[in-house]
Each structure stands twice: as C-alpha cells, then as structure tokens.
C-alpha cells in the first residue's frame, strides 16, 4: 500500500513539471508556429522569384513587402468595415440594455431602479478604484 502512494505522488509531482514546461512552452510555441506557418506560405513565392533570376536577398523582400501589402490591405478592409458598422453595433447595444433593464424590473427578480442604479454606481466605483495609472 504504501508503495502505491508513494508511487502516485511520484506520479503527481512529475505530472506538475510537465504542466508547468507545457505552460511555460505556449508562450514560445505559438509564436514559432505562425512562423512556420507563414514560412510555409510564402515559401512559395519566393521560390518563384529565385527560380525568375532574382537573387535570394531579393526575392525574399520581395516576398516581404508583399506579405506585408497583404495583411496591411487586409487591415485596412476590416477597419472601414468595422468603422461602418460600428453605429449598428452601438444600437443594437443600447435595445439590449434596455431589453436587460426592462427584464430585471418585470421579470422574475423584480428589482427595483433604485437597486439597480446602487449597483451600477458600487460597480463602477469598484472599476474606478481599481484602475492602475499607466
């Protein structure tokens, strides 16, 4: 029996380094693995460019300043696209605070304005006070 525990808190303590390094690794194995995706992307274009005659330097600028055309038009596109639909969204926000609102004071907790003005103003007293100078 007692080799049985004895076992298993073996068992435990190595299970938590294996966590730990595990944990410790996502922050360097995310990074290295969109590295190694977008490697595999492009890898392709700049093959084409060397294949062309351009030199290895070249074509991998090249393949760069493209990659980087890309996601900046692609930034770009979902930016005006979010700053028009950005009115919409304050919209719907407000009728689904109201919609809250009229639930909490018919619904089945029958909470009263007084309440639940206290509440907004203990929350946001709470997030004030809490707030770090940067």
């Not at 435990?12 to 380094?17: C, F, L, M, Q």
């Not at 595990?22 to 190694?36: E, H, N």
């Not at 596109?77 to 719907?92: C, D, K, M, S, Y």
């Not at 007084?114 to 809490?130: F, H, I, P």
């Amino acid at each position: 029996m007692a080799a049985w525990c004895a076992c298993l808190i073996v068992i435990g303590i190595v299970a938590n380094y294996v966590l730990g390094f595990v944990a410790t690794m996502r922050i360097v194995a995310l990074p290295v693995a969109v590295a190694l995706l977008l490697t595999a992307l492009l890898f392709p274009l700049t093959r084409r460019l060397r294949e062309s005659g351009l030199r290895a330097i070249y074509a991998t600028w090249v393949t760069m300043l493209v990659a980087l055309a890309v996601l900046g038009g692609t930034g770009w596109i979902i930016g005006v696209r979010a700053n028009e639909e950005f009115p919409g969204l304050l919209t719907q926000v407000r009728q689904t605070a109201e919609t809250v609102e009229g639930w909490l004071y018919t619904g089945p907790l029958h909470v009263k304005p007084v309440q639940l003005s206290g509440w907004v103003d203990e929350l946001a007293k709470l997030v004030t006070e809490r707030q770090q100078p940067y």
